[in-house]
């Protein structure tokens, strides 16, 4: 016999200990399982962000099989759509109950995300998955989401971190063409390297540098996007550290300066809503890049251990970022200096056909699940 499955706009009043009950039900996530965050807590948070997205205009679902099975919401992403100039927004979560078709429960709750988004002008939607929910994956792949990137998330502790130790473990680098070269943090320093905090003159030659980063020597998931345009990727990274700076989307900004000019930074915030949820100080790694030509050479991991080293001054309970999975020599820095992995995500995007059209980009055949038939 089929199941009926039905999915239905959320309603806080209907739907709201049904919702709590199935956040609380689901698979622990990493912010349980490596964090040891309790699940009800978690669950508490996430069913506030859902009705606060409702509240706020945000949209949202609830997948009904003999009680609620399921729910995703999406979200204005209102500084994206500024930078690009069109209407984008993210499925902040999605979550089915388990079993044998959790794949389909996926697929009905994401053709209800793509009717909604397209009856508000969304142009882009983008949703991270768990590297492990094969199921998100085939029925993203099967709505014609396209991965765009795979990040690693990693984890410190700063009550745990000692600068002074660290500075003195990181390893000596050996240079290409002359032997052994003394390129650590301490030689570095002897050289006129210094990190500090982030200072009004800084901010041309950081967005210069955050620029380039994810569009030329790391590519970031928006430069990969044949749909998006590079040359407002660039404003995207460029923009983001200026808040940073200016600490509209940041708490410090630590920069490496050497022979006179900053020549690498990394941005760190204290995740206030997530710390009020846990009772804990939780801080998170945001955009952070280097000059190419001083890679592997010792400078990017004097600057991430400044950024433990201020967060263990403020008493940071967690500190917590994610690298891009190519980003080899950011993997080797993060562990170098504790970090430990703890759980990685695939992200995907969707663009509207109007989009793909506009930006140039053939197309392959509309999937039988995706909405787009009578297209």
């Known amino acids: 016999m089929n199941k009926i499955r039905t999915v239905v706009p959320f309603d806080g009043a209907a739907h709201g200990g049904g919702v709590l009950e199935l956040m609380e039900a689901r698979a622990p996530s990493h912010l349980q399982g490596e964090y040891g965050f309790p699940s009800e807590l978690i669950a508490a948070h996430d069913s506030r962000e859902l009705a606060e997205c409702v509240a706020k205009g945000g949209e949202a679902w609830v997948l009904e099989e003999r009680g609620i099975h399921g729910c995703a919401w999406i979200t204005e992403r209102v500084f994206d759509s500024a930078i690009y100039g069109l209407p984008m927004a993210s499925v902040e979560h999605i979550v089915v109950r388990g079993g044998g078709e959790r794949e389909e429960s996926y697929r009905v709750l994401l053709k209800a995300v793509l009717s909604g988004a397209r009856r508000r002008g969304v142009l882009h939607l983008s949703c991270q998955a768990p590297v492990g929910d094969a199921a998100l994956h085939h029925a993203l792949e099967d709505m014609r989401f396209r991965l765009m990137d795979t990040t690693s998330e990693y984890s410190w502790r700063p ?217």
């Open 159 to 375: 009550s745990d971190f000692d600068f002074a130790e660290t500075a003195h473990c990181l390893s000596v680098r050996r240079g290409p063409a002359d032997g052994r070269r003394d390129t650590s943090p301490l030689r570095l320093l002897r050289l006129g390297a210094s990190v500090r905090t982030a200072e009004p003159r800084d901010l041309e030659e950081l967005r210069a540098l955050a620029g380039a980063a994810f569009t030329r020597d790391t590519l970031g998931r928006y430069a990969i996007d044949p749909a998006l345009s590079l040359a407002a990727t660039r404003r995207f990274y460029e923009t983001w550290v200026t808040n940073a700076c200016n600490g509209s989307f940041g708490d410090v900004v630590m920069v490496a300066e050497l022979e006179g000019s900053a020549r690498a930074f990394q941005v760190l915030r204290c995740e206030e809503r997530l710390s009020r949820a846990v009772g804990r100080r939780v801080g998170a790694m945001g955009i952070g890049a280097i000059e190419p030509r001083l890679r592997n050479r010792g400078l990017f991991p004097l600057v991430l251990a400044s950024v433990l080293a201020w967060s263990r001054r403020r008493e940071m309970d967690l500190v917590r970022g994610r690298v891009l999975l190519d980003n080899v020599a950011m993997h080797v820095s993060c562990r170098a200096l504790g970090g430990r992995p703890v759980a990685s995500f695939h992200t995907f995007h969707w663009a509207d056909d109007s989009l793909l059209d506009r930006a140039g980009v053939a197309q392959t055949r509309s999937s039988p699940h995706d909405g787009n038939e009578a297209r």
